[in-house]
């Protein structure tokens, strides 16, 4: 099937051109923008192709490919013609949603707006189970005057293997003497990789009940654990006129680890290397905290990976792509975690939500053989320069 037969062509190019203007028709066709894409490591996909069949109006789009891109960022910064080639995949995506076109992998996200739109998380679990991750931990509802909200976001609220990561993270918050508080069952999902799939209006509802929740309690200040949410209310709230400051979780800790307000005194004698999420990394800038609070932590040894910095390879969770089926053979997380081993690191680290749950997915085709190997959030490792590991979560 291809985009011709979702939508006239007249409605596509219309889309485009309110998401990218012009600039993707002044494509010239040098590729620069394949040789960067991580899915040319794994299999044939071009999205030059893409941007010139949607300029052109030939509407030959492949539609499982309309749904590849990860959104991360890489190809972009390569393109000697300004083209924003996420803009217009995004644009293809608004109209193929708005026709309820989802073909094969792409079938799962219609089953996620509907459960963001009742619920308000992808799993489509309990709204009122948000804030059971924090059962046993003395974590308060967020109230006005508090110094910060601590937006936890859907992964680290319901994700078994994340949950664990909030739970470290809010024990750290308050052993440093953070006055936090969580919005509970009042938050919603940032929208942030459903507005990438092109369902705008599913979007749109999720940011307004948020702001809807930040201005109700005087929130002024967001402290995120996710490079997605982190991304969507700094870059993205502000179409709706509103404005709050965001921190991302690894900046504050670095901040406080530096301001002597937390102390790290137990070793992690362990070689770990760090690999930057897209969106903290490429789209939002953020290279050093991270590896600054790292480099922290006494005992550990920081490694680089191959890709790292502004090339760090996408781990193949963005742009809604964590919720399809990515078959094996193509996920870019097996080749991150290879890179891990090569450079000798011990821990894989980073604070993604995605990035983390297609590592371990990543970690499990390691088998029982060879050193041992372990994925980690960087609270999790932060928690255990703290009290060590027998007052890890
Ligand atoms: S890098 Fe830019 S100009 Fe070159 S093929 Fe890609 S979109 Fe076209
Ligand atoms: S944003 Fe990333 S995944 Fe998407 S086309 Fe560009 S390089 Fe490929």
């Not at 600039?23 to 899915?39: Q, S, T």
């Not at 490079?227 to 670095?254: A, D, G, I, W």
């Not at 680089?304 to 390879?313: F, I, P, Q, T």
């Amino acid at each position: 099937m291809t985009v011709e037969t979702v939508a006239p062509i007249t409605e596509i190019i219309a889309e485009i051109k309110k998401a990218g203007g012009d600039a993707f028709k002044y494509c010239y066709r040098c590729g620069k923008c394949d040789v960067v894409c991580p899915w040319n490591r794994v299999r044939t996909f071009s999205i030059r192709k893409i941007v010139q069949q949607a300029s052109f109006g030939l509407a030959e789009i492949d539609l499982e490919d309309m749904w590849r891109c990860t959104t991360c960022g890489t190809c972009p910064s390569s393109c000697p013609r300004g083209v924003e080639q996420i803009e217009v995949g995004v644009a293809l995506r608004r109209v193929a949603s708005q026709y309820g076109v989802f073909p094969g992998a792409a079938k799962t996200v219609s089953l996620v707006r509907g459960r963001l739109a009742t619920e308000g998380n992808p799993m489509g679990e309990a709204r009122d189970a948000r804030p059971a991750w924090a059962e046993g931990l003395s974590v308060k509802p967020f109230a006005e005057g508090m110094e910060v909200l601590f937006f936890v976001g859907c992964y680290y609220s319901y994700d078994p293997r994340m949950r664990k990561v909030a739970a470290a993270t809010a024990r750290i918050l308050e052993h440093a003497g953070v006055d936090f508080g969580i919005l509970g069952a009042s938050e919603s999902c940032c929208g942030e990789s459903i507005r990438k799939t092109g369902n705008e209006d599913v979007f749109r509802k999720l940011a307004r009940d948020n702001i809807k929740a930040f201005i109700d309690r005087g929130v002024k200040k967001i402290l995120v654990a996710s490079p997605h949410c982190f991304h969507t209310f700094k870059n993205e709230y502000p179409e709706f006129m509103v404005s709050f400051e965001v921190v991302y979780m690894s900046q504050f800790l670095e901040h406080l680890v530096s301001s002597g307000r937390l102390k790290l005194g137990k070793s992690y004698p362990k070689k770990v290397a760090y690999h930057d999420p897209c969106y903290l990394g490429r789209h939002n800038g953020i290279y050093d905290e991270p590896r600054n609070l790292l480099k922290q932590v006494p005992g550990l040894e920081l490694v680089e990976l191959a890709d790292s910095r502004e090339k760090s390879l996408c781990c193949g969770g963005g742009g809604g792509r964590i919720w399809m089926d990515t078959p094996k053979g193509e996920r870019f997380a097996d080749i991150r975690v290879a890179q891990a081993r090569d450079v000798g690191a011990r821990v894989l680290v980073t604070s993604c939500p995605y990035c983390i749950t297609n590592f371990e997915e990543a970690k499990l085709g390691l088998g029982d053989e060879g050193e041992p190997f372990e994925v980690k959030d960087i609270a999790e490792i932060i928690h255990e320069a703290i009290w060590g590991t027998e007052g890890s979560s």
